[in-house]
């Protein structure tokens, strides 16, 4: 007998184990996916982890596995190591990371296509729920999971399907409902009485000008397609999409559509890839600089004796040329390469570049894609073993590479490479590093401000460290000046604004030279908070502890942490007075002061709000590069690898809004903040000025900004990391625990904390309050361990469990969500 442990959609046990049908011995093998039955009446798809021959000495009986939904897997071997690694590292199950690792259109549930074989003739008679199934496709060839439980009302049909698939009658397909469609596309070519050349071809065509001569728009489209698409030179003859014809041409789709009834052209359809973006010729690389090449050999020499690499590299040094020209020497060398940013970076603007340089082997991964287009890059990277480029964010890290030679991971110290809910909690620089060495693949970090904990690595000799300290073409780093605020509204000189006199000036200096502005604010809305004058009152959000800040734009109060909104009051609730004032300002209001400080200059705004959608954020980004617009407002999206050519100013407006908040990450993350919004500043032939607007113009951490003074933040921020026990020191894991239930919460997490404790000593710090005690209508705690770096992880983990395990004991337990934050950011 052979038995399958399979992993289950499910964040209890790690694996299950299933009796594998003598009829399927041959064909489960690891990494394809089956149906199993799981609980009361469930089935699932679960992947295989392992096929062997141990009996489980289960007091139950072991189920059979239901059915078979792969020839080959789905996944690579490095694979599954990946994901139990990522489970044990971030203490959770392999359920999670099964879950964040397939794209939906893998995990094939209720969106699963069932095809009805027309051939099919029953040679016993069918169970009635069969019958059933078979009938509800009557007419119909193919149904989804989904429409079958509808037509048929039965509740279940997935095990109904998996026997009528055993006997030959349905097959199962990955396409989805929403249709895997081949993506197709229009084409334009010359008509077949038009192409013989050589004989009368040239001269009918010449017929057909003739007839032109009174339609000029469809005589200049007719030239423009004979000109792009070499029609006349079978040696050189191409495909022309209509839409690259049409956009060339400035023609409209009316003048072609005459050419068409002419039928001197005519159109067709024909599927093409999703994935590629169309490219006539590949360019190569650009040269390096000096300064450039320099660098490129001392990552090549690093790589030598060390498996990772951090290139510190100030904003616009030019990294990424440094990246495309390893990237180039690994893809010749046969091996793939996965380049990460975060989400956001991921634009038009870099897309194109890599299209470029490298066709056809590009593929990106987003989660703004589709489904259809991540199954396609699955496939495609399962089903391909030569060498392929993946940009992608964090969750290309699970993409069945087949042998990766190289991992980039671009803004390195960004935090949104930490994932945060739901499970598996992995932060996608340190998972990378881990991949890549199952791979025997290196791993180049690469930043402008690199993260406390990598630069600690890359100094203590972890990693190899190599530096870029100029800009690509000789650009100077932009000047960064100080404004003292508190200083300027104790004098009376600034007065109801958000703007100091020498940001206006500088702003208006660039727009008379036909420059462009920066200005930053790291709040989203109009104010974040809303007071009444009389009595004091602040709304505040019903399901969380925050403050509603308020959106003029459509005079509304909104929760940021779950978006709970009402409409603007008229009036104070509680003592009826009409007078409200604002407290703060974000990004809105910002825009409401320069629409008359600038009356004359086009702005526009770059946050969660105007930037929803993957078009708007690009839309925004395009029309600032090509100037349409001359103010650019924006929060820390603006922060994140964009490459402006025409910025000479950049105004942070309020400074000390960064730098005070209650987390040890504070001012690292500040001065990361400051210096790469900074970094937007500047073009080659000028340098950049930044209006750092603060009322601590002395604090430390802003002359350190002003002078780029990585180092020294580092320094410092070291000593009291080391002082403190904080990473790179020690290494935290948060256990989380919420509940509706406040005082269940209070009591159950000292006990826990005091359990802990009793194992741990003073690595257990709290339970603690977090500043925002409650979101979601869930009270939080959190239990923080301060665990000394060199210790194993596995003991830890041991502890954890157990302590886990009796506090489950306590009955009111139940009523507590727990989960547990490793490493987080
Ligand atoms: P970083 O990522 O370090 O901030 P980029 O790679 O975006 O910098 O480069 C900054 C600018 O300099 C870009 O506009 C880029 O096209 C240009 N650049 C950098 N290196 C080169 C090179 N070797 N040849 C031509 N242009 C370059
Ligand atoms: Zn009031
Ligand atoms: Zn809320």
Redesign the pocket.
Known sequence: MKYADVILPLPLENSYTYSIPADLEQAVIPGCRVIVHFGKKRYYTAIVMEVHERKPDSQYETKEIYALLDATPVLRRPQLRFWKWIASYYLCKLGDVYKAALPSGLKLESETAVTYNEAFEADGPLRPNEQVVLDAFAGVLKLTVSELEKKTGLRNVVPVVASLMAKGAVEVSEELKRGFAPKMQTFIRLSEAYKDVETHGRASLQSVFDELKRAKKQELLLVCFLDLSHALNPALTRELSKKELLENSHCSPATLDGLLKRGVLESYEKEVGRLQVPVCRLQTP????PA?EKAYGEIHDVFGTKDVCLLH?V???????IYIRLIDEVLKMGRQVLYLLPEIAITTQITERLAKLFGDKLLVYHSKFSDNERVEVWNRLLHTDGPMLVLGVRSSLFLPFKDLGLIVVDEEHENTYKQQDPAPRYHARNAAIVLAGMHGAKTLLGS?TPSIDSYFNATTGKYGLVELTTR??DCLMPEILPVDIKELRRKKIMKDTLFSPILVEKINMALERGEQAILFQNRRGFAPVIECKSCGWVPHCVNCDVSLTYHKFRNELVCHYCGYKIQLPRQCPECQSPELRTMGFGTEMVEEEIDTLFPAAKVERLDFDTARTRTAYERIIADFEKGKTQILIGTQMLSK?L?FGNVSVVGILNADSLMNFPDFRAHERAFQLMVQVSGRAGRRDKRGTVILQTSGPDHPLIRMVERFAYKEMVRLQLGERSMFRYPPYYRLIVIVLRSRNDSILQELSVLYADNLRRRLGERVLGPVTPPITRVQTLHIRKIVLKIEIAAAIAPVREILEAVHAEMQRYLPFKQLIVHYDVDPA
Not at 286 to 289: A, D
Not at 315 to 321: A, H, L
């Open positions: 650009s040269p390096l600089s450039q590299g904003t616009s040094s030019g990294k990424t040329e402008a690509y073409g690898g490459d």
